[in-house]
């Protein structure tokens, strides 16, 4: 089982990059799939989630209206559009599936998702 996460780099601010998750080893439509990132110094924190079909999203409300989660099951794929990108976005990046197919009420704690790539590095700064 493994998540390959890429997409990461330098973008000025107000720029976009787009993360990918590719899984291997799992059918990633088994699970509904989220979006962590981690600071320097600090804790690792919810972006964004997609439930196993792709009709029901959830964001941080520090992202919402910026960020945007997809998914292509066929492709065993989750990527993450991040727009209007700002300093403090800068962090690394992890995707992670979740324990269920939906999303219940603990979609938001990085506790409940059981694998995790291997982050990729988000950077914004002119």
């Known amino acids: 089982v493994q998540l390959q996460a890429s997409g990461g780099g330098l973008v000025q601010p107000g720029g976009s990059l787009r993360l990918s998750c590719v899984a291997s080893?799992?059918?990633?439509?088994?699970?509904?799939m989220g979006w962590f990132r981690q600071a320097p110094g600090k804790e690792r924190d919810f972006v964004a989630a997609?439930?196993?079909?792709?009709?029901?999203?959830r964001y941080a409300d520090s992202v919402k209206g910026r960020f945007t989660i997809s998914r292509d099951n066929a492709k065993n794929t989750v990527d993450l559009q991040m727009n209007s990108l700002k300093p403090e976005d800068t962090a690394v990046y992890y995707c992670?599936?979740?324990?269920?197919?939906?999303?219940?009420?603990?979609?938001?704690?990085?506790?409940?998702?059981?694998?995790w790539g291997q982050g990729t590095l988000v950077t914004v700064s002119s």
């Open positions: 992670a599936s979740y324990r269920h197919p939906y999303l219940d009420g603990a979609y938001d704690s990085k506790e409940f998702y059981t694998y």
């Open positions: 080893g799992f059918n990633l439509n088994d699970y509904a």
């Open positions: 997609i439930v196993w079909s792709g009709t029901v999203t």
